[in-house]
């Protein structure tokens, strides 16, 4: 019996050229965030099953997560997201952090669910924090950088749109307009979260199931297109207020694309105030890509003063398909600068020669095969390299050796030092 | 009830300060495989458990992996090390890839074993791996690239011994010299890798039990030094002139701790030739830092043709200690170049200044609190900012805003594009 060569069900292997696209979307992220101050962290993948339990949505903690007992009787999960773990470290160091404090980190999560287009079992998510700023700035700042990255990607503005509500909103119609109780409004929310994936008679008629002759008052508010539409008792209201200048403030740094959209609720039930997303606007791929919005409450579940927080998670698979299906994703080649082909038994006496190479910042991958030189082009041609370099005992004495740029199957005669000048320049 | 605050035993937590060192272990690591040509890989965490079964120790299997059934039913386990997924990875694409292929990464990998020095639950290991050389140059370039990477930690050469053995030569010796059949072979070898914990009396008495008269031709050969020392019917064997011929080239690029040692093991079942091994040499943290070998076998259990490998795995918190002990590990200070106390209402007019600032390539973190001026200072200090600055109503108007370096107080009315240059310059 042969061993399975596919990775696990929902996850993916990385091979080199997997693995640079997945860094060249985490260098977006890292560079971005790195801009506005934040800092990166990391936490263990595993975390106790209480963690979620209070704060995750249902859904997620009873059908998706992996839960397993460890040999000591812990009962412990993969995490399947990292705002917990951000709320518990910073919870641990309450009294020592400095404010406004600003954390990043790119974990993988795991979430058992059926594998489909844009949802892997395993993902790897920028999570992007901001502690202790209580006014409408820390909301602006998160925003600003989820924008930024979107920019960075090369995104036009009509290519997404920034969505925009407020919690404290959506709970004031839930209970005082409609006077829901706590769980009514709960479902309510959760409908209207769903709205996107269901049509219209569908969505309406579970509403009324809920609330009955309240409906019609529910619909009409969600009807808004703007905040200037909303009913006078709500515009008067300081969360529609912050909302408002929110919305103004985004407009003057031109993220023209930044919309009030009263349906928006973000699955998560800790968020307490203004929540966001970014949507694709491409017919091809036309959902929901990442979001977040302010969870003042977290912090404090550990024992600990509260602390206002604000907070988005961006992940690496529904950013690749953006990128690729809006033509975003630029060629990434391999790295190694450089193949070495050596003719006859000079590894030895090649050693100083790839050494200074290496020194001088080239990538270097030597062929000391005993394959014929033939086969060692070849081979370097499949691997990619655009370069090879011969090193036989003439070279060696002459102190030049044959330079071959394997697209153009041009030949120089170089020296060390022009070999390194050459392909620098090139990089550049 | 509160929820915990710790990290899951064994694990930890990397705040800022703690990334900054693992992301410079990472980075020399990375520089050192790159400059090889080796290009970078990764894959899930969970793997089924039929993959360790047949090849990793018996003693990790059965008693130190995570080890738990999905929802789905299948027996998974959180990855304990990494060749057997990277021989998986690679058998998947036997006919594909082209050879020398070098690949490398840097996994996170999961022990259940009680912590303690230099051991945690969860710790990350930089895998090189080396497919399709099959003459001594493969081994020589992994061994040679792990000494490049204690170089480029700093590490003199007194610091740290690479050990070097033969598998196939101790596999002679137990099996043609001693004539013990295969299980009581594993059982001496497994003996010898315990060595250094037990005491020389107490080594003898358990050779002594396992092989009865014999125990004297065993550790006679043992206590040979050198390679020259050992008897002639052994110095004609290929492996042990494969090992010899290594020895003399890495002499000759001037790694002088590099020392034949019959009895180095490595742990691992898959070894089949030459074995070696990074040993602190520090009395402090007299122990081995990290290792590997020749291990042809593994790619050919997935069904594919076999295909000759050399690799090793570099773990981070046994490199962490080694530079703790030996003075090595440099001053890594916060990233954030600037922090921004704003004075008064301006959040909004600072912002095109802030951008420049960003653009202009600097990390800035803005203080937009609504704390007192005196207060934000002492956050920013406590930050690790070494540079804040002011903008107000008065620095806007004027173009010239006030630059304090946090550590000698001192003061400069500045415009933006002085101090990119200012702060830019100290960077370098």
Known sequence: MFLQKTPYKGARDFYPEDKRIQDYIFSIWRQVASSYGYEEYDAPIIEPLELYTAKTSEEIVDQQTYVFEDRGGRKVTLRPEMTP???????????????????????????????????????????????????????????????????????????????????????????????????????????????????????????????????????????????????????????????????????????????????????????????????????DNNRSLFGGGRYDGLVGKFGVEPLPTAGFGMGDVTTKEFLDCHGLMPQLDTRVDLGVILIGDVYQQASSIIKELRNGGLSVAVDATDKSIDKKIKSADKSGYKNVLFIGEQEIAEQKYKLKDLKTSQEDLLTIEKILGKIKFKDN
């Not at 929310?189 to 008052?217: M, N, P, V, Y």
């Not at 039930?269 to 491409?282: L, Q, R, S």
Request: glycine fraction near 6%; include cysteine; aromatic fraction near 8%.
């Open 85 to 283: 773990t951000v709320s518990r470290m910073v919870a641990a160091r309450r009294q020592e952090l400095a404010y406004p404090l600003r954390l990043f980190s790119i974990p993988n999560l795991w979430r058992y669910e059926r594998p489909q287009k844009g949802r892997m079992r395993e993902h790897w998510q920028l999570n992007v924090d901001l502690f202790g700023v209580d006014n409408i700035a820390g909301d602006h700042e998160i925003i600003q950088l989820a924008d930024q990255i979107m920019q960075k990607f090369g995104a036009q503005r009509d290519m997404y749109t920034i969505r925009l509500n407020s919690r404290e909103l959506i709970n004031h119609i839930t209970k005082n307009i409609l006077g829901l109780d706590e769980a009514k409004s709960q479902e309510v929310i959760r409908q209207i979260d769903k709205k996107d994936k269901i049509d219209a008679f569908g969505f309406d008629k579970s509403i009324k199931e809920l609330i009955g002759d309240k409906t019609d008052k529910l619909l009409g508010l969600l009807g808004c297109p703007e905040i200037t539409n909303l009913p006078d008792e709500l515009k008067d209201l300081p969360a529609v207020k912050r909302l408002h200048k929110l919305e103004m403030m985004l407009a003057r740094d031109e993220i023209v694309n930044a919309k009030f959209d009263i349906t928006l609720m973000r699955g998560f039930d800790y968020y307490t105030d203004i929540v966001f997303e970014i949507y694709d606007n491409n017919p």
